[in-house]
């Protein structure tokens, strides 16, 4: 009786990006066992819940390392990283006859060792080997649909015997024993018998066996015919990851196993998915962080250097010391030379490092001489009275003066992020030498105040042809940012107490200093925001101190959009330029819309304003509802007269501020009552 094909599972579950991360993350944490017996176990396996990738969990079962299977566990003798391979031991498939010619008892040696579809059969490590009288074995996987066969893969031979002496020792070419090739692509081991009659073989072969085993692991013996149906043979498996991505795939998609610097992806020649190795020079484990690690070639003895050895990262060099010469010195002895060619050399080398140590401390003194010249021309000697200014030398900033820190740039310098030992800074430079002007009154501006809404001056480096300035370091961005990039949510109350404590700030600047200060260029992108979202002025590079008028008469510089009209066209700049700038940036507050063309805006919103007081349709749909309307008209009417052409019907920003407390206290009041 011929046993009916039996359906094999089709093991292809996915891993999900998320699964992937998480197992990822917890590859190297601490409290995971490291090896099983004396058996290292390296991530992707693992031992114990989160240490291992999917599909790669280890059983240790009292100090032996096994595959956990439904019907038993599976011990594994090999495990390696490099190779992609791990060596296990597999039941045999067998089918035993009784007197009446009739399959009595058989089991197909099937384990199910891979569940979770990481394994395939090696199939250059293994052969299928099939023993008995009178029977054909094979092996059927991968389960297909739609085609003529319901497998992808069928193999097997046949072997047959003509009495009992027919099978000899050591032979397996179809007489008692036959063998065969395994295709790649073999995700189990269950095997399958087309039976014929053993009626007269009974004696000899009575059971017929079918197995995967490793090539050089089995020889047959006739004896074998008579074979114990419970012994077990070493197998090869090659694994993978195997998420039916490819390497180029898992990179973009950004879900590559191959989390370590310094390592490659290769996709797998044994079934679907990749595999990892560190690149060429390194050594270790691909699929943890900072896994590969560099090969010290000059300490292993099998790198050759017959000169001197010097360790590189990835690699190696190998040079004849001086006075020495090899043509290989990777391969050939290094031999002494001495010429005369090598002493005139040798005396023009001494001569030419005598002339660099001069023209060395020649620079190193000039340098010294600028940096001094550089620090009296900037003030120096009258900053380093101040005692809330600090003085930077100029190799502290050189670090994070790098790219990689880059944040942006103003319209007078760029803009970099750092460490200043335990703060966190902006260290702002010029572009180009021209702005020593605007940087300088910066300097000079700024050690004037202090105001929790003013972005404080940490110190700066006056050892440069230009100034650098070192800032707190405000993380939210500019108001610029969260309005119209982010475009973070934002109630009516964090608008107005983002409007009252910038104003509260300006009106420092313009009452409550010494001399008066004008900003001159108030604008969104000027007034920083915390993670509380308390905004700081900042950018004085343009602002001037005044007294006795109170105003500015000078060249036009800032952003146009923002800009007061009577400042662009008469170039007068007073304290009410910078509440025009500010009513502006409360109109885009309260909008949402940015200001690209400010004339159109104002007189829009004024048209609607004075003419239907319809400013609703103005405001932005985030905060225009129906109990906040007294209120934004109130605002609106700010708006109307902070941005009045008529210079001496503008409020000033110490009334602004004001106002803008009571319209926010207002606010919080209704919000509570409701």
Not at 158 to 166: A, G, H, K, T, W
Not at 534 to 561: A, C, E, H, N, Q
Request: hydrophobic share 35%; aromatic share 8%.
């Amino acid at each position: 009786m011929a046993t009916p094909l039996l359906p094999c599972l089709l093991l292809a579950a996915l891993l999900s990006s998320a699964a992937a991360a998480d197992a990822q993350s917890t590859a190297a944490a601490s409290g995971c066992p490291d090896s099983c017996g004396d058996m290292s176990i390296q991530y992707p396996f693992g031992i114990g819940a989160g240490c291992f990738r999917k599909g790669f969990e280890i059983i240790c079962d009292g100090g032996r390392p096994v595959l956990a299977g439904p019907t038993m566990p599976i011990p594994v003798n090999h495990l390696s990283i490099r190779t992609a391979e791990a060596r296990v031991m597999l039941p045999i498939g067998w089918e035993c006859f009784n007197a009446s010619d009739v399959v009595y008892a058989w089991s197909g040696g099937d384990v199910q060792f891979n569940l979770e579809d990481v394994y395939r059969i090696s199939n250059t490590h293994n052969q299928l080997v099939v023993l008995g009288c009178n029977t054909f074995g094979y092996i059927q996987s991968q389960r297909t649909e739609g085609n003529d066969y319901p497998y992808a893969y069928y193999t097997g031979c046949l072997s047959f015997c003509n009495d009992s002496r027919s099978a000899v020792d050591g032979a397996c070419a179809g007489v008692g024993c036959c063998r065969v090739d395994i295709p790649p692509g073999l995700t189990d081991n269950k095997m399958y018998f087309r039976e014929y009659s053993h009626k007269t073989r009974l004696a000899y072969s009575s059971c017929d066996y079918a197995f995967l085993v490793e090539r050089e692991n089995y020889t047959f013996r006739a004896a074998d015919l008579r074979m114990d149906v419970n012994r077990t043979v070493p197998v090869w498996l090659d694994w993978a990851v195997r998420d039916n991505l490819t390497c180029d795939e898992a990179e973009k998609a950004q879900m590559s196993a191959c989390v370590s610097s310094n390592s490659e992806c290769r996709n797998s020649v044994n079934g679907p998915g990749y595999v990892c190795n560190c690149s060429v020079g390194y050594e270790g484990n691909p699929y943890v962080v900072n896994g590969c690690t560099d090969i010290n070639e000059c300490k292993r003895g099998e790198y050759p250097c017959r000169g001197v050895c010097r360790n590189t990262l990835g690699s190696y060099e190998c040079k004849c010391p001086s006075g020495f010469h090899s043509a290989d010195p990777f391969n050939e002895p290094c031999n002494f030379k001495f010429r005369i060619a090598a002493v005139i050399a040798s005396g023009v080398a001494g001569c030419l490092l005598i002339i660099s140590v001069v023209v060395f401390v020649w620079l190193l003194r000039k340098e010294k001489r600028k940096t001094k010249e550089y620090f009296e021309k900037n003030g120096g000697p009258t900053l380093e009275k101040v005692t809330k200014i600090k003085l930077f030398k100029k190799w502290e900033l050189m670090p994070i003066l790098r790219r990689d820190n880059f944040i942006g740039e103003g319209g007078f310098g760029e803009v970099y992020k750092g460490h200043l030992g335990d703060e966190l800074v902006a260290v702002k430079r010029p572009k180009n030498v021209n702005l020593a002007n605007q940087f300088t009154n910066e300097l000079i501006i700024q050690s004037r105040v202090m105001h929790k809404n003013i972005v404080r001056l940490v110190g700066c480096c006056l050892e440069v042809d230009v100034p650098i300035l070192v800032y707190e370091f405000v993380p939210k961005g500019s108001l610029d940012d969260i309005l119209h990039c982010s475009r973070e949510s934002l109630n009516l109350d964090q608008r107005l107490n983002i409007a009252a404590q910038s104003a509260r700030g300006l009106a420092y600047l313009h009452s409550d200093t010494i001399t008066t200060i004008l900003h001159g260029d108030v604008k969104p992108a000027n007034i920083l925001l915390t993670d509380d979202l308390v905004p700081k002025i900042s950018d004085f590079g343009i602002s001037r101190m005044i007294t006795v008028d109170k105003k500015y008469t000078g060249k036009v510089i800032g952003d146009l959009s923002y800009m007061d009209p009577v400042y662009l066209q008469k170039g007068i700049l007073t304290s009410k330029s910078d509440v025009y700038s500010f009513g502006v940036v409360l109109l885009e507050l309260i909008t949402r819309k940015r200001v690209s063309d400010p004339d159109s805006l104002r007189s829009n919103f004024l048209d609607a304003y004075t003419k239907e007081k319809r400013v609703i349709d103005f405001v932005d749909s985030e905060i225009a509802v129906t109990q906040n309307m007294e209120l934004i008209n109130s605002l609106a009417g700010m708006i109307v007269e902070c941005i009045d052409l008529d210079v001496d019907r503008r409020p000033d920003m110490i009334d602004v501020a004001e106002n803008l407390r009571i319209m926010l206290k207002r606010s919080r009041r209704e919000n509570t009552e409701i």
